[in-house]
Nanobody, 126 residues
């Protein structure tokens, strides 16, 4: 069983930045990809970014390309999502999820992920 805990959300003005963290624990799996997803009220869940278990591949939604950066610190078992130039439409609950297994590429399709965190709220508003 893998546990994921998100942190770093909050209220920020448009144009501001936040860094989300996803800490994993409790797993005997050696490899897993991590994805960040978000859900705004009344909207479908969106895959924002992902990073492969190898760490060599990342993938971003068009809506966040050039503004968001996903990275991982294997020693800390933590994946980060650096969010810059935030817009009101970035508002939502952000979740991280893990897909067990070794892979050179990652996917932003939520249905393929095995474990999910509880989410952290991000609000972009003036």
């Amino acid at each position: 069983q893998l546990q994921l805990v998100e942190s770093g959300g909050g209220l920020v003005q448009p144009g501001g930045s936040l860094r989300l963290a996803c800490v994993t624990s409790g797993s005997t799996a050696d490899y897993y990809s991590i994805g960040w997803f978000r859900q705004a009220p009344g909207k479908e869940r969106e895959g924002v970014a992902c990073i492969s278990s190898s760490g060599g591949n990342t993938n971003y939604a068009d809506s966040v390309k050039g503004r968001f950066t996903i990275s991982k610190d294997n020693a800390k078992k933590t994946v980060y999502l650096q969010m810059n130039s935030l817009k009101p439409e970035d508002t939502g609950i952000y979740y991280c999820a893990a897909l067990i297994g070794f892979s050179y590429v990652c996917t932003r399709t939520g249905m393929e992920y095995d474990y999910w965190g509880q989410g952290t709220q991000v609000t972009v508003s003036s």
